[in-house]
């Protein structure tokens, strides 16, 4: 498959399709990013290097996990990932959880896939304040900010379309391309 040489990729990975949903909203608001592809139909990490950018979307179902934190296609490719050479290319990571289920592991896997594009010489983008949220504790905290955005379907769903539009005005100053 070809990709405009110009394009941003938005990649998801879902259990219960929550995180599909959220991508493709995503998607609605940035117009000129490329459909959301599930990563269970991605042969070969290596397609990321098509783009220019990339913002990808994972939950977070194992809970208290260091690793494979996310439970689902991200876990098995998050080496390979790694092992990518994005030379500096924006990459901007979402994460979805529940905040009230699970305050003190709060959308813990985002940090992990951030990690991972970040050892793959990713420029790290889309840096949200945390003040806004109402947890204990998530790893995906550094400072006074999360590594990415948040999002709450379960218990804070009515935040969601704010906290989108909000992350999509700030990606477009921050991602080249969008
Ligand atoms: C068994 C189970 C474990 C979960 N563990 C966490 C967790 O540790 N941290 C968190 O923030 N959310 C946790 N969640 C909430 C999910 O991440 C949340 O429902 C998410 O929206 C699911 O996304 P998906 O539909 O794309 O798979 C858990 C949910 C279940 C049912």
Not at 33 to 46: H, Q
Not at 117 to 124: L, V
């Amino acid at each position: 498959m070809l990709y405009d040489p110009m394009a941003v990729g938005i990649y998801f990975a879902t259990t219960t399709g929550k995180t599909q949903d959220v991508a493709e909203r995503l998607h609605a608001l940035l117009g000129s990013a490329n459909t959301p592809k599930d990563l269970a139909d991605v042969a070969d990490v290596s397609e990321f290097n098509e783009f220019d950018g990339l913002i990808c979307g994972t939950p977070t179902w194992n809970t208290g996990a260091d690793t494979e934190r996310s439970g689902t296609a991200w876990d098995a490719v998050l080496e390979d990932i790694a092992e990518l050479d994005l030379g500096g290319k924006p990459v901007a990571v979402f994460g979805l959880g529940d905040s009230g289920s699970y305050t003190d592991n709060f959308c813990d896997a985002m940090e992990e896939l951030h990690n991972f594009f970040k050892q793959a010489g990713a420029t790290m983008v889309g840096y949200v304040d945390k003040s806004d949220y109402t947890f204990e504790e998530s790893k995906s905290v550094v400072g006074d900010q999360f590594c990415g955005l948040a999002l709450d379907e379960d218990s804070e769903s009515d935040m969601t379309d704010d906290r989108l539009a909000r992350w999509a005005e700030q990606l477009k100053h921050e991602m080249p391309g969008l």
